[in-house]
């Protein structure tokens, strides 16, 4: 069973709040990912890292940012949200050691910004 | 553009009866596929997989299919049960390269 976790589950956040998402795993997994999904479309890879102090940025553009201090915490900040960063914000990880990687997903982090 | 295509956003089939989900995708270097299976207000939890060198893999109910002359791939799920009903994503990637993923297609199973 995955063990990644994702808090909070759901966000309500005035415009120019600054927020951080968190995401941990206890699978000693080395490389994290950062989703953005919106009803109805398809997860969109917005960061990504493939080990300690290693970060990437994904296909979509995003305004967040990340960090990975430690291989099981991979945290998301926006630093100032705005009604376009409503989405849903899914966290994952991998193990690379073969060349089979399924990804293990949190619950993800339901965000509005008002 | 989109690389990996699900082109039915829903799908209703009978309780016992099979339910076809298709994928399909355009770029030819992807060569590892995966389903995944999202209830509401939850993450995506993995299904089945399959390589390019492969055209089936079977595991339990679900059965995927890989034709890659035609750049597509389906889900089979038999018997189809209630508790089958969900989102399915396809995902697909190069070696080395990150997963793409489908816009997923609403699964109801009807009892």
């Known amino acids: 069973e995955a063990d990644i976790y994702q808090t909070p589950r759901y966000l309500v956040i005035g415009t120019g709040k600054k927020i951080t998402l968190e995401c941990s795993q206890t699978?000693?997994?080395?490389?994290m990912y950062w989703y953005q999904q919106d009803p109805g479309m398809e997860l969109h890879l917005i960061h990504y890292?493939?080990?300690?102090?290693?970060?990437e940025k994904g296909d979509l553009s995003s305004e967040s940012t990340v960090s990975r201090i430690r291989t099981e915490h991979f945290p998301l900040t926006l630093e100032s949200a705005r009604p376009s960063h409503t989405s849903q914000y899914l966290c994952?990880?991998?193990?690379?050691?073969?060349?089979?990687?399924?990804?293990?997903f949190g619950p993800g982090t339901r965000l509005t910004v008002l | 553009d989109q690389q990996v295509k699900q082109n039915s956003p829903s799908l209703s089939v009978q309780e016992g009866r099979i339910s076809i989900l298709n994928c399909d995708y355009t770029?030819?270097?992807?060569?590892?596929f995966l389903w995944y299976k999202k209830y509401p207000a939850e993450g995506p939890t993995f299904l089945i997989s399959?390589?390019?060198?492969?055209d089936k893999n079977e595991d339990g109910r679900f059965t995927v299919f890989l034709n890659k002359s035609a750049k597509h791939l389906s889900l089979h799920i038999v018997p189809s049960q209630p508790g089958d009903s969900a989102v399915y994503f396809c995902?697909?990637?190069?070696?080395?390269?990150?997963?793409?993923f489908g816009p997923g297609t609403r699964l109801s199973v009807l009892p």
């Open positions: 699978m000693g997994h080395d490389k």
């Open positions: 770029n030819s270097m992807f060569d590892y």
């Open positions: 995902a697909a990637r190069g070696y080395g390269q990150n997963f793409v």
């Open positions: 890292s493939y080990g300690v102090n290693s970060t």
């Open positions: 399959i390589s390019s060198i492969k």
């Open positions: 994952a990880s991998s193990e690379t050691r073969t060349s089979e990687d399924e990804q293990f």
